[in-house]
């Protein structure tokens, strides 16, 4: 019997901390693909400078919430998002419209990604 409630403890603390792991890359990624949004509209607008800026956030945040990421992720999809931020860097400081855009879109869809990726279910243990 105490073993049947053992087990039955690890897995419930699992699942929970499995929801609350992926309630939190859902939320930082949320933070981040706002921000590479607000990019975005700068670009869009032609206002260089400030989407220079908001690109340089952009870099910020992301040190700042995926800080604890690689615990949790392949460094493989840290690693291209990295490389995508630095490419978008230099598309938004050359004023490449169309190079910044298409760099955008592939990092808003990498951070989309991710929660839906480590998501805790059936699919996913299985």
């Known amino acids: 019997m105490r073993l ?25 990624s949320l933070h981040l693909v706002g921000q590479a949004e607000a990019v975005s509209r700068q670009v869009e607008a032609g206002d260089w400078s400030e989407a220079l800026a908001e690109a340089e956030m952009l870099e910020r945040k992301w040190e700042q919430e995926a800080k604890w990421w690689p615990v949790f992720l392949e460094h493989q999809e840290m690693d291209n998002i990295e490389f995508a931020l630095t490419r978008c860097q230099e598309y938004v400081s050359s004023q490449d419209h169309a190079l910044a855009m298409g760099q955008l879109a592939e990092i808003r869809l990498m951070i989309e990604h991710i929660p839906s990726k480590e998501e805790v279910n059936l699919i996913n243990i299985f």
């Open 4 to 28: 049947l409630i053992g087990v039955l403890t690890t897995f419930i603390l699992l699942m929970v901390s499995g929801f609350w792991i992926n309630h939190w890359l859902l939320d930082s």
